[in-house]
């Protein structure tokens, strides 16, 4: 008896040993500890740990840029995070690296699932599989200063490409400021370009089934002309004084401030510029925010940021426990209140309400490898600012490039 109690005890002592030991899981945020979100977020987080004694989180911050290198060679040396913040531009490659845990069972398990856009959940799937959770949106409106149309006699914005061109001209003429602004390069330019293209009905890599894509630009005169049609609207925009000549190598954070500090009318961009009405109220007081203008459709891009789940996790219950915590409505509420994929997370500012009205015209990229891509994209946009070359021939030549990358990748349709 006396040996069965000894053994009762050293078990009880081993199981107690076991709960007591944590699980870390690394989790890389892209984007500086010091931002509003990234604070209250370290609240959320460290509740969380609270709640689960057997949890730590190592979190390391990393900006978007560096971070996807970093992320690349972190999986190659099998060093990758649990858990990371990154770019949908990425889902393809790291789908195609075989890094991303399957989540298609547990997310159809997971009771929140509905409380989730069904375009969100579209972006995050690949052949029927989920393989990345919501983080947050980033839709992009019209955002327009109210005082500078007024002053320029405009009582409405534009709905078209062609109102937005008048448009730009009479406030060039009443203010002497520019009527629009774009961004040439960065991250920003490829997912512009994107929106114009679907604005026009044009696709820059259609689905062709079996997880295949291909540009058709080159096979139908029609989508031809029309992809044709976006690159001498970037044209007008330049040749007819609608934007700054500067514009053609801004990044985002020139577009975004440029327009913040009232020098200019007119900018497709995000929920994010809040930031920018809280550091200069007094410029970005009279900005309202519609529908962008289109030409044969309405549509806008649709950021959708995730949270990539590394298949290689030695902790897999522990990382899908954490990832549901970051999608879950409590934290998303306190940390992603105005730009959430949640449906029961809508703030009451024009920041939230106004961007979540657009989600249903919303575009994304496809699924497949974009680094090639989206500098192909934005070479192509150079090509008609800076070196002025023929709309058509750049729309064919970016077809081509297109293809070529997706025959690179093992993924083009077709001959």
Partial sequence: MKHGVIAFALALLLAGAARAEKVTLNYWIASPPNLPQNIEADKQIAAFEQAHPNIHIEKQYILYGPLHDKLLTAIAGGDAPDVTQGLNEWFGELNRMGALR??????????EKDKVYPAVWKALTIDGRVLAMPHYIGLRGLLYHADMLAKAGISAPPKTWDELLQQSKAIKQKTGLYGYGIAGTSVRAPQELLAYLAQNKVEIATPAGEGKFRNTWGEDADQLKRAAEVF???????????????????????????????????????????????????????????PPPGKLAQATYFEINPFYLLKASKHPAEQWEFVTFLAGRDYQTAVRPNNSPRSDVVGDSKWSRDFVELTSIGVFFPPVPLGQISQDMLNAIGRVLLRNEDPTSVATWLGNMVNRDLRQAGLLAGK
């Fill in 102 to 111: 399957d989540m298609t069972p547990l997310v159809d398990a997971w009771p």
């Fill in 232 to 290: 001498a609207f970037y044209k007008a925009l330049k040749d007819e004084g609608a934007m700054s000549p500067d514009a053609a190598s801004w990044g985002y954070l020139e577009e975004d401030t440029n327009f913040s500090l009232g020098q200019y009318a007119m900018v497709a961009d995000g929920p994010w510029m809040q930031n920018y009405e809280v550091q200069n109220p007094a410029t970005m007081a009279d900005v309202k925010i519609v």
